[in-house]
Structures are given as structure tokens and as C-alpha cells.
């Protein structure tokens, strides 16, 4: 933390690149109550992403009228684990089996348009507003969903909660990017998973003490109650309205922290408004979606981005969704898996600080790959669950450090719609997983084929995209197109 020790510093040196790190600091007392507010987030993410493990967990039936199990009009499940599921309630068997994992399919869809839709919002009315907006509806749905009476209104709850954890999830996350300095932004993005990784742990209690798929419904969506002091206590980011030319507000955001963190505030007036002056011959604007493709090098780091964040969220959900599948007490499996990504948080924190973000894609979604397609010839056991464990690891490290590389890798203008589109893109491969995983059923060794191949490709496609380690966070869409163009310039005459 930055205290007096600093401010003399402070005073002599000129406004570096980064305005808002020079002025609040890197990280002081103020972002580390801001994180911990916007960490608060990803519990309620986690609980609502992973819910459908016992919402609908695996029961058994049998029939009242002869033997066979399909056709059944009129099914005898086994209430010993649970008493009543989605699947119990609407009897989702036979034919409509498909259904218990439909469901999950359009939460994967609501939170890829949220992602979208929220990000781009973000980036147009500010942080603030559609945080709380996300956050109010999460609730509403959330709770409502307890009440559904019918399997289409109970899905559609769960539709929209998926777009409010798709909007909480992305700007939760540039929130604290856009407050915390450069050499804080890789620990703050690793720890940022932390408590998704809790909230995956913690769910086996909710359905250990709520048996009933609406009581744990109602039990997960009860404690976001407790984001509603984002209202009061949540800030529009400085970053966002210095871009959009809203001055006042952002120098009377900026004097409050520096205070807060002990910080000099005589001349943060002067240094915006010097910086304002600077960057109007960028002819800054508000950005959206399209700007990220409108220019060539742009264009090629979305692409390569978003295609990365597929690959994470295909192989992490699938394989996690796989260890799952294995026997054992279900709340103790679920448990275990969370407790394995929250160490694959814990050792990427060391890692983004020594290692570039660019050579932990290709390390690991090597090893990933890997693993992946090893589980294709070792039979089932302990060798198995090894290899799928470390796969899920691997996976999710890629997971934290795509987050921090996307921020750092976009302009401010449009770092959300960048976030949002690559999340986005992240739904699309946690949507297609469930359906590989049903491979299974023709043969044993097709599933991590499949899930092993996407992320050897993304080892490729991460070739494609400039390193961003120690680099200050850009603000126009000029500095994000010409980003990374020097390096290659350089690689090319020497070449």
C-alpha cells in the first residue's frame, strides 16, 4: 500500500501513462475494500452456474406398471438422497430426459447474451448502473424461480438469472481491473476466482441441508440480498468517465480514494484535465462490439482471444461436469472438484507474476490437451481420475489468466464489449460440453478426445496474440490497434 512515504515521490514526478494509477495508487486501502465487495459476486456466479448438479442430480425410478423402466407414466423415484428434484417434479424421464439438460443449456445461453449485452451496456452507461440492474434481477428471478410451476417458467427464471450472472461476472471483473495499478492487476485476476472456486465448494452444503430442488433454489438466492449494498457502496470507475469525457465526476471520485489511500490531491484537477487536453487529438469515443473488428489488429486479437476462452470453458465445465460423473457420495465429489480448482487458482497467482501471459496458454492448454487425449487409453481408475484432474486444473488455470490478458489487451473504450464477446464465446463452449459427455455412451475413449483437441488447438491460436505483461491498460482505440504491431515490426527486421 502506498502512504506518506510516497507522496513526495508523487509530487515530483510527472503523470506517467497511467493517470488513475498515478493519482489513487497501485493498490491501497481503498481497492482492497472495493475488491472485497466485488469478490462478493462470485459467490452467487458459482452457486447459479453449477446449481444443476442437484437440481437435477442423477435418480433412480421405478415403474409401478411392469418392469421396464421407458416407456413410464408413472414413475417411482428413489427419495432416499433427495426428495424432490426438476426431474421428480415434471417427470423428466424417457422422453423427456433431454430436458434436465436443457435447462442448463439456455442458462449457458442467458449468460452468453448477458455477457454480451451487459458488457456492451457497460461500456455505453457506465459500470455502475448495469451492475445493479444485474444484480437486482439476479435476485428477483433468483427467489422466483422457487415458485415456478411449471418446467418451461421454471426455465426461462433460470434463463435470465444466467444473463445477470453473464453481466455481474464481466463487470465485477473491469470494475477492479480499472481501480487496481499494473503490478497488482495479475494477483487481483487470479484471487478474483477464489470465491467462485468457494461458491463451488459451499454449494454441497446448500444441497446437503435442502433436499427439495425448491427450498435449495430459494436457499442459493436469498444471500445475493446482501449485493445490494453496491447501491451505496459501488463507484462509477474513473477510467470509464475520463474516457467519456465526464471530468467532475471522475476528479471528484478520484480525490475521494486518493484520500482514502492516504494519496496527495492538489493537483489531480490539473493532471486529468492536462490528460483530457492530451488525448483529444485521439478523437476518443464511446466504443462498442464492431470497433473490436473493424481494424486488423483488433480483429485478430478478439478472434484469437475469444476462440481461448472457448477452449477454457469447453474443457473446464466438461471435464468438471466428467470427474463428477464418477462414484462416490455426490455433495463429497462436488466438493473435491471445487477444492481442485481453487489450487489451480492458488498456483496461477505465482505464475502470472513470473511467467507471461502468453507462454501459460501454450504451457497449459498443452498439458491439458495432453491429459486429455492420455484418457483416451488409461482405463478406469485412479490413472483416470488423475488425468482428468489435472486436465480440469490446467483448464481453469488458463481460465484466471485469460481474464487478466483480455483486460490488458484492450482499450478501455472497449475492453467490456471485449470481455463480454470472449465470455460470450466461453457459454458457447460450456454449452456444447454436456453434449459431448453423452458421447460417452458409444464409446468410452470418445469424450476426452473430443474435449482434448479444442484446447490443443488453442496452443496454436495463442501464437497469434502479443504479450501484455507489465503493459499499462490502454485507453483509445488508436493505442489498442497499434498495440503489439511494434514487437512484430522489430521480430520482422531482424528476421
Known sequence: MEGKNNDAEAKKEPPTQDLIQHIIGSFGRYQLCLCILIFLSKFPIAWHQMAIIFLSPKVDHTCARGNATCPCPEPEFDTSMFTNTIEMEWN???EKKWLNSFNQTLFQLGTLIGSVLFGAASDRFGRKKPMLLAVVVQIAMGIGAAYMPDYWSFTFARFVIGMTVGGTMVIGFVIAMEFVGTQYRDIVSALYQTPFNLGHMTLPLFAYFFRDYS????????????????????????????????????????????????????????????????????????????????????????LAMSFTWLA???????????????????FINVAATGSVTLVGTIVSIPLIRAVGRKTILIVF????????????????????????IIGVVSSFIVF???????????????RNAALGFSSMMARVGSMVAPFVIELGDKARWAPPLVFGLVPLVAVFVALFLPETKGCELMTTL?????????EETKTETKT
Not at 314 to 319: K, L
Not at 374 to 379: A, K, Q
Request: charged residues 20%.
Open 92 to 94: 423428466l424421464i424417457c
Open 215 to 302: 427450498t435449495f433454489q430459494m436457499a442459493i438466492s436469498v444471500p445475493v440480498l446482501v449485493l445490494l449494498i453496491y447501491i451505496w457502496l459501488i463507484p462509477e470507475t474513473p477510467r470509464w468517465l475520463i474516457a467519456v469525457k465526464r471530468t467532475e465526476q471522475a476528479i471528484g471520485i478520484l480525490e475521494r480514494v486518493a484520500k482514502k489511500n492516504n494519496r496527495p490531491t492538489e493537483n489531480i484537477r490539473s493532471s486529468v484535465e492536462a490528460y483530457q487536453e492530451s488525448i483529444k487529438k485521439d478523437q476518443l469515443k464511446k466504443g462498442n462490439l464492431l470497433d473490436l473488428f473493424r481494424t486488423p489488429n483488433l480483429r485478430k486479437n478478439i
Open 400 to 414: 484466471v489468466t485469460v481474464y487478466l490478458y483480455c483486460t490488458e489487451l484492450f482499450p478501455t473504450v472497449v
Open 365 to 388: 492448454n498443452a498439458i491439458c490437451a495432453t491429459c486429455l487425449i492420455v484418457l483416451c487409453f488409461v482405463p478406469e481408475g485412479v490413472g483416470s481420475v488423475v488425468c482428468a
Open 312 to 330: 477454457c470453458s469447453y474443457c473446464f465445465y466438461g471435464v468438471s461436469q466428467y470427474v463428477g460423473q464418477l462414484s462416490g457420495n455426490v
Open 478 to 486: 488508436e493505442e489498442g490497434e497499434q498495440f503489439g504491431k511494434k
